[in-house]
């Protein structure tokens, strides 16, 4: 990949550099002023580079390809490469290309071979830009899971960054602040908030009266000691993560919890139906002798 103006400093013409870039000509321009010396479809890494190329100095790449480059796998790669550039620079904008102008340029890291925003910043930037909750939530929720962010680090960012598209990350954010770690889960806590029943604790870790961790359960009732599970290979980071739900739930029987398991499908086909006997099971549980099990909310 190259500039025209480095493809002409070493001696090409620019009547034979734009020849070459011609359909079916052996380059292609990816962007006003930026070559790529082949003729196969550009990789993800190529379009961004084309675009830091074209931008120049200060630019910072942000947004979903700043998170896929630290290993975010929910980031969209469908969306143009989104960077930052210093106030004071002006570029002119492009259809395949995000450039946003700021005061708070951050400082950036590398990672492979480009510069690349925090993980706090990327995401903020990527989701103002999104419409749709679902995606904001498992953008969000994996940052969280992988560690990448915290929900108060995420909570500050958004609100020192630009009120524009922030209503929805907004709305994202008190969830996940609530402790909602998937849509699945922002849907079953939609559902309990309509309901008769308290808000139950959201992923925290349970224990035995001998301190024996249990597991983290989806939603935790400690005053009936009753856990809701999402059950679904869908909503988890990985595999493990899955059996790990659904091998878990004997213990938490055995200690003698009472444990509902939803599949996320029926909180949006049939939340009637489940909130009944969630609500049902919620009596049933508050009729026994509550068993010496214990939670911390983290």
Not at 27 to 56: F, K, T
Not at 114 to 126: G, H, I, N, S
Not at 180 to 208: G, T
Not at 277 to 291: D, G
């Amino acid at each position: 990949m190259a500039k025209v103006a480095e493809l002409l400093d070493l001696g090409l013409s620019s009547r034979t550099v734009y020849a070459r870039c011609k359909e079916g000509g052996p380059w292609q321009r990816l962007l006003p002023g930026v070559i790529l010396l082949s003729n196969s479809s550009p990789s993800r890494d190529q379009l961004v580079e084309a675009a830091v190329r074209y931008a120049g100095v200060g630019a910072v790449v942000t947004g979903h390809d700043a998170l896929r480059l630290q290993g975010i796998r929910s980031a969209s790669t469908s969306e143009p490469p989104h960077l930052l550039l210093p106030h004071s620079r002006h570029v002119k904008g492009t259809p395949k290309l995000t450039i946003e102008r700021t005061v708070r340029l951050p400082e950036p890291f590398w990672r492979s071979g480009f510069p690349v925003a925090p993980a706090t910043r990327a995401a903020l930037d990527a989701v103002r830009l999104m419409n749709k909750s679902d995606p904001v939530r498992a953008l969000i929720a994996e940052v969280v899971q992988r560690e990448r962010s915290t929900p108060d680090a995420l909570c500050a960012e958004l609100r020192v960054g630009s009120n524009r598209g922030s209503a929805l990350p907004r709305r994202v954010m008190e969830e996940i602040s609530a402790g909602v770690r998937s849509a699945a889960e922002a849907w079953a806590r939609q559902l309990v908030l309509k309901s008769s029943l308290p808000e139950p604790l959201w992923n925290v870790p349970v224990f035995d009266e001998h301190g024996t961790l249990l597991g983290v359960v989806d939603a935790w009732w400690d005053e009936v000691a009753m856990a809701w599970e999402i059950d679904s290979f869908a909503f988890h980071l990985a595999p493990k993560g899955y059996r790990a739900t659904t091998t878990r739930s004997s213990g938490l029987s055995a200690a003698g919890i009472t444990v509902v398991h939803t599949v996320p499908q029926r909180l949006q086909q049939e939340p009637a139906q489940v909130l009944r006997e969630l609500e049902q099971i919620y009596v049933h549980a508050q009729s026994r002798p509550r068993p010496a099990v214990w939670a911390r909310n983290t």
